[in-house]
């Protein structure tokens, strides 16, 4: 089979000839890839720096993606750690990992989608007892992920949803999405942490992709401007566009009442995980999110990996 292979961690992965994997388990199955989508997870772990990352090499990146069984059937999959991934003509996936979609599904939207709106949709739904009215803070709104949790926040109940990132005009469209306040962190710093705090003084939940000095910089202004500091506010870590760590003074855990957890793989067993799947895809191929997929043939890869996108496109390869 043909398949995009990392042979080092500095270099682009390249289409060739690979050896095609084979099921070693009764629950293992080989597929007929149909789209894999290229999100930041599998950059990163295509230059060996994800936190699942053995060093292993070569490697083919991928950690889900669409494909075909010898049914015929559509099923989205989640990888296992494998240095064998999904952009490749052909994978091995374990079955019990997988849904079967229906035929008439929106294949790029939901290889594109599924990755950045599964953050919030399983956050919401499996780390928090999200309740429908809460206020909702998404820190790093602009990225594919943040867009996919203004709108699923708003889907799912939030009772009022304030965006907060970067790029102006990505954060302008939010307020179409759902977004009922937005705030740059581009500008003069001390007004964006004024209007942060401000406009999050009775929040209830942050979801967090940016993490490093992005957060560090804005939890004391969220935590300095509560209304209420006995008020439960939960903060959950789902990505480190900003930087990985975050120094935490201790007294931000005691000045308000802040629950700090994480949602991602590990915080959230594979079986939840694909217990919420149907139903997001089901949403996204019907197109209640925005997306913008952008498919792409896989022999195309090397040129493609680091090419400049548009801001809120999502690169999905098709073998
Ligand atoms: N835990 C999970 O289950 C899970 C699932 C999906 C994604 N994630 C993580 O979530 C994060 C976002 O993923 P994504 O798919 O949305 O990526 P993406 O589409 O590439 O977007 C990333 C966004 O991060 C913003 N950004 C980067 N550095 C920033 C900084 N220093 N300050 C403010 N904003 C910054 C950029 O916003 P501007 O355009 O405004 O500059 C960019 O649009 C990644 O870390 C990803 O690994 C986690």
């Known amino acids: 089979m043909n398949a995009a292979v990392v042979r080092s ?60 069984d010898r049914d015929g059937q559509l099923r989205y999959f989640i990888l296992p750690d494998t240095p064998f991934g999904s952009m490749a003509e052909q994978v091995v996936i374990d079955s019990r990992r997988s849904v079967v979609l229906p035929a008439d599904t929106d294949v790029p939207a939901v290889a594109a989608a599924m990755n950045p709106a599964m953050a919030s949709w399983i956050a919401l739904r499996q780390r928090i007892a ?66 942060l705090g401000e406009a999050a003084a009775e929040v209830d939940v942050v979801i967090d992709y940016l993490w490093g000095p992005a957060t560090e910089r804005s939890m ?20 480190s566009q900003s930087g990985l760590q975050v120094t935490l003074p201790s ?43 952008v498919s792409t043939s896989l022999s195309e890869v090397q040129e493609t990996w680091n090419a400049p996108i548009a801001p809120g496109q999502r690169i999905v390869f098709v073998p």
């Not at 602009?142 to 102006?168: E, F, S, Y």
């Not at 149907?278 to 949403?283: D, F, G, I």
């Open 9 to 68: 961690f500095r270099d682009p992965p390249a289409y060739e000839p690979f050896d095609t994997p084979v099921p070693t388990t009764s629950d293992e199955m080989l597929i007929d890839v149909v789209a894999a989508g290229l999100h930041p997870r599998t950059r990163s772990s295509a230059n060996g720096t994800h936190y699942t990352s053995t060093g292993q090499l070569p490697m083919i990146p991928g950690f889900d993606g669409i494909g075909r």
């Open 130 to 195: 999200f309740e429908p009215g809460q206020r909702v803070l998404v820190l790093g709104a602009t990225g594919n992920a943040g867009q996919m949790a203004v709108q699923i926040a708003k889907h799912l109940g939030a009772g009022h949803v304030i965006a907060v990132g970067r790029n102006p005009e990505r954060l302008a469209a939010l307020t179409g999405l759902g977004a009922d306040i937005t705030i740059s962190l581009a500008g003069d710093s001390d007004l964006t942490d004024r209007a």
């Open 220 to 239: 004391p202004a969220v935590l300095g401007h509560r209304a209420d500091k006995s008020q439960p506010l939960t903060w959950i870590e789902i990505g």
């Open 251 to 293: 007294a931000w855990l005691r000045a308000a009442r802040l629950q700090l957890v994480g949602s991602g793989q590990g915080s959230v067993s594979p079986r939840d995980m694909i217990s919420e799947l149907p139903a997001l895809a089901a949403e996204i191929s019907t197109g209640t999110y925005a997306i913008d997929a």
